[in-house]
């Protein structure tokens, strides 16, 4: 049987979590969480809750990733880019105009 090893990454703004797993060829991200999951202990992890993805792109849990591939978990954005910005540039116009 062939297996294939992937790395489960979450990162805290204080801290980075990485485990690697490994895992049969056809196992999905949900395999690869649960696996981490046993391998973490009771690490405060939102395993069910979080987006899931593949270096940066986002995947549904059901996807088999390949050998070698980062799976990561997403912490929710404290703030949306776009609200952002706008706030960004609504007070460096104010600024300018003073």
């Known amino acids: 049987m062939t297996r294939k090893q992937c ?3 979450y990162a805290t703004p204080t801290r980075q979590y990485l485990w690697t797993v490994d895992l049969s060829a056809e196992a999905t991200i949900q395999q690869a969480l649960d696996e981490a ?4 202990g009771a690490e405060d992890i939102p395993w069910d809750e979080a987006d899931v993805g593949l270096f940066g792109e986002v995947k549904a ?3 088999v ?3 070698g591939d980062r799976i990561e ?3 929710p954005l404290a703030q949306d880019p776009k609200e952002s910005r706008r706030a960004r540039v609504k007070r ?3 600024q300018a105009t003073r």
């Not at 999951?37 to 973490?40: G, N, V």
């Open 61 to 63: 849990r059901g996807d």
């Open 7 to 9: 790395v489960v990454a």
């Open 92 to 94: 460096l116009r104010k």
């Open 37 to 40: 999951r046993r391998l973490s």
């Open 73 to 75: 978990l997403y912490r």
């Open 65 to 67: 990733p390949r050998d």
